[in-house]
């Protein structure tokens, strides 16, 4: 039987945006950045009753199959603790649909505050880093942005299929992928900006946009610029511009979100570092060099914000 939380604790778990890909690390590079959503979880006699301030604030839904509800609920099976109700309240600063990792943040917030919650009442079992990174991961498909969020920093993630012991292929199919992370010191002097449009994107429909096959040289290009960008975030940010390029998702996506497409190739044209966020259609800078005094002025159609690089979630 599960471990039945006390009516009354709360806890309040705060997550960062996220930026994935940077480029050419496409499902596998990420970066934790200064913007936050924070998510505050009370256990109450019963019912589930949710607020929403920020964004999302009129469009996200307030029922059990609010986004953060569900990690929690995930969260709270793995831990094996129940409660009569729940309580939310949510503070969202991330722009939703933007390539800033707003999905990614909600699922973290869900299973670090279920987390919180069982170490606060002595639960038997609890949920490390790993753990926390596991479970959102799965909710995702793929680790980068989460990866991002729970650890911070820059993050190199990855993918693996356990097969089934003595199961066969049927039985290793039913088994979640393994997915995991490590996080790679950032250079002090890289500095990050977002350059933020009004319009949304959907992840689902620029992931449709890419072909099945790639030419070699592509892959190849694409495999030699991701572990440059490595090296660049950690030791020369003075490579950021060559380690930025890609082949492999961004030209495909282009046509879908023209003013970003144009965006990045006009600074990157003038020497800046620049890359699409994500699925977009947020733009990314990467650099070590003040940005020109009048880039701004350049990026009609788009809010810039200098965001820092920051650790993952925290509870506090």
């Not at 924070?38 to 964004?55: A, F």
């Not at 009569?84 to 933007?98: A, E, F, Q």
């Not at 680790?143 to 049927?170: K, R």
Request: hydrophobic share 45%; with cysteine; glycine share 10%.
């Amino acid at each position: 039987m599960a471990f039945e939380l006390p009516v009354g604790l709360t806890v309040t778990v705060t997550v960062p945006a996220s930026s994935a890909n940077l480029g050419p690390g496409f499902d596998t590079l990420g970066l934790a950045l200064g913007l936050y959503d924070d998510v505050t979880v009370t256990t109450v006699e019963h019912d589930l009753t949710i607020t929403v301030e920020g964004e999302g604030w009129d469009s996200v839904p307030t029922d059990e199959t609010h986004l953060v509800v569900l990690a929690l609920r995930r969260s709270m099976a793995y831990l094996d603790i129940a409660a009569p109700g729940l309580k939310l309240k949510c503070h969202n600063r991330i722009p939703h649909s933007r390539g800033l990792g707003s999905s990614a943040a909600a699922v973290v917030a869900g299973i670090a505050a279920g987390a919180a919650l069982a170490e606060v009442a002595g639960a038997a079992r609890g949920l490390t880093a790993a753990g926390t990174l596991q479970l959102a991961s799965e909710f995702e498909g793929h680790p980068d942005n989460a990866s991002a969020s729970v650890l911070g920093g820059a993050v190199v993630s990855w993918t693996e299929q356990v097969g089934a012991d003595g199961g066969g292929q049927d039985a290793a199919a039913e088994r979640p992928p393994v997915y995991d992370a490590r996080r790679i010191d950032v250079h002090p002097d890289v500095r990050a900006y977002a350059f933020i449009p009004d319009v949304q994107s959907s992840t689902a429909v620029t992931r449709g946009l890419l072909p099945e096959r790639i030419p070699h040289a592509d892959a190849a290009f694409n495999a030699s610029r991701a572990a440059l960008l490595v090296v660049a975030l950690g030791q020369a940010p003075e490579l950021l511009l060559a380690a930025t390029e890609d082949r492999l998702h961004q030209p495909y996506r282009a046509h879908s979100m023209p003013a970003t497409a144009a965006l990045v190739e006009s600074l990157r044209g003038a020497g800046i570092p620049a890359v699409v966020s994500g699925a977009g259609p947020t733009v990314l800078v990467l650099t070590a060099k003040p940005l020109p005094a009048d880039v701004e002025l350049t990026a009609e159609g788009f809010t810039m914000r200098e965001l820092a690089i920051v650790d993952g979630v925290a509870r506090t």
